[in-house]
Nanobody
């Protein structure tokens, strides 16, 4: 069972920055992709950014050039960061960390509990 713990949300003014962190631990297999999704009130959850085990990143068009995802592998944990710059009101949402654990056959998906990001003047 993989544990997923997020941190770093908060309140920030438009144009400001925040950094989210997500630590995945407890896996006995390979942690493949990790990423961030977000869900604003009344909207569906959407992809923000992902990064795979080779550190190849992918971004939603709405955050390209403003957000940067990165990853750090340790012996028993994998940490993914989301650096969010030039934040806009539309970035307000609950941000969820997603972890893909690669099994011998298939994979498991894990989600964090979510962290609130509020952009407001």
């Amino acid at each position: 069972q993989v544990q997923v713990v997020e941190s770093g949300g908060g309140l920030v003014q438009p144009g400001g920055s925040l950094r989210l962190s997500c630590v995945a631990s407890g896996s006995t297999y390979e942690i493949n992709a990790m990423g961030w999704y977000r869900q604003a009130p009344g909207k569906q959850r959407e992809l923000v950014a992902t990064i795979n085990s080779e550190h190849t990143a992918d971004y939603a068009d709405s955050v390209k050039g403003r957000f940067t995802i990165s990853r750090a592998n340790a012996k028993k944990t994998v940490t993914v960061y989301l650096q969010m710059d030039s934040l806009e009101l539309e970035d307000t949402a609950i941000y969820y960390c997603h972890v893909e654990e690669l099994l011998t056959r298939g994979w498991n998906d894990y989600w964090g509990q979510g962290t609130q990001v509020t952009v407001s003047s």
